[in-house]
């Protein structure tokens, strides 16, 4: 009996995370993981410690993988990101409905050494008060998945898109936030080779969110959302996101 409940507990467990499963572009739609980077461990889990280097991409490198292909996007292209957890079944919904919180998508050019990488935020959706539903209720509800465009006044060239979902179940206690980044290998074409200015705000990963931060340290039970704020900079300007 116990080593049944045992076996419940961590499939419970498995099945309240979720990872990046594919990705598409219109009607296109990509295999399991391709494009996607590698993540380390249990591809289902959070990181461990979010102000370490597995928060850039649920890995210990973070840089873009030179034997593995990128995917090229179209500056301007609608792109589809796709959570799920073992399949894309109508019954493998992505994320436990207990696991709450914000879904934000960021860009990082590629260079020689992860460490160097500076992201700027194109996406972000947090807390709706009027349907009282978090972006991860949107997701779910949408099997998974989400739309970001990819912004027109970019620089050509090789980038990481890095998604990102926040559970915010724990987040009361300090490190209680649960982050489950993903980073795709894209190069992205036919921009303006330019950023508008001002430009964005960029951030470095580790270091942008610390255990004490806006919106990681958050009481979701006693909050509900009331007077959220997504962490992270602000959302590159020209982007204009499905709704």
């Known amino acids: 009996m116990v080593a049944v409940a045992l076996v419940a507990t961590v499939t419970q467990q ?5 990872q ?3 990705v598409a572009i219109g009607t ?15 591809r289902l889990s959070p990181v461990a ?14 840089s873009s993988l030179p034997n593995s292909p990128y995917l090229s996007v179209k500056a ?18 992505m994320v436990s409905p207990s696991h709450r919180g914000p879904c934000m998508i960021y860009l990082g050019k590629v260079t020689p050494s992860p460490d160097d990488i500076q992201w700027f ?9 009027e349907t009282n539903l978090w972006c991860s209720d949107v997701a779910r509800n949408n099997h998974g998945k989400v739309d970001v465009v990819i912004p027109k006044d970019l620089e050509d060239g090789n980038y990481l898109l890095r998604t990102e ?20 290998q894209i190069t992205i074409t036919g921009s303006n080779n330019k950023f508008l200015t001002p430009p964005p705000a960029y951030v470095k990963f580790p270091g942008e969110y610390q255990p004490n931060g806006k919106g990681i340290l958050y009481d979701i ?20 996101n499905p709704s």
């Open 14 to 18: 498995a099945f309240a995370h979720t």
């Open 20 to 22: 990046l499963y594919n």
């Open 28 to 42: 296109t739609v990509y295999d399991k993981y391709e494009y996607i980077q590698p993540v380390v461990g249990p």
């Open 49 to 62: 410690d979010f102000t370490q280097k597995e928060i850039r991409c649920r890995n210990t490198d973070g």
């Open 76 to 93: 301007g292209t609608t792109f589809s990101v796709n959570w799920h957890h073992y399949n894309a079944s109508l019954q493998d919904n």
């Open 121 to 129: 935020k194109i996406y972000e959706l947090g807390f709706n008060k």
């Open 165 to 184: 979902l926040l559970a915010l179940h724990k987040a009361a206690a300090p490190m209680g936030a649960q982050f489950y980044p993903n980073c795709v």
């Open 221 to 240: 039970r006693t909050d509900k959302g009331l007077t959220y704020v997504i962490p992270g900079p602000v959302v590159y300007p020209p982007v204009q």
